[in-house]
């Protein structure tokens, strides 16, 4: 029900964009998100768009250089990531059907972003 893709070995400072697809009948009834997992530590929120793409909540870690993105056109979430930093480095799930910043509903397989220095 959600495919991940797009990650990959980015230098400091680098974008990539991740991008999730998802079937048209989540996408149409449910928030969807990203949430990242690091080697060795507990899962982190890192954004989230509501079901119509009106309202966009991100992790302050990453506020002002990561941008959540809804295509309707193409049943898709995208993660653009800017500016990435070590501490990006991650599993980075896919995430639908929000009930709290780390509770979600619906996951999708991980894609591994690592960036080195």
């Known amino acids: 029900q959600l495919q991940a893709s797009g990650g990959g070995l980015v230098q400091a400072g680098g974008s990539l964009r991740l991008s999730c697809a998802i079937s048209?009948?989540?996408?149409?009834?449910?928030?969807m998100g990203w949430v990242r997992q690091a080697p060795g530590k507990e899962r982190e929120f890192v954004a989230s768009s509501s079901w119509n793409g009106g309202t966009a909540d991100y992790a302050n870690s990453v506020m002002g250089r990561f941008t959540i993105s809804r295509d309707s056109a193409k049943n898709a979430v995208y993660l653009q990531m800017n500016s990435l930093k070590l501490e990006d480095t991650a599993i980075y799930y896919c995430v639908a059907q929000r009930t709290t910043r780390i509770d979600w509903g619906y996951w999708g397989q991980g894609t591994q972003v690592t960036v080195s220095s």
């Open positions: 048209k009948r989540f996408f149409s009834r449910y928030s």
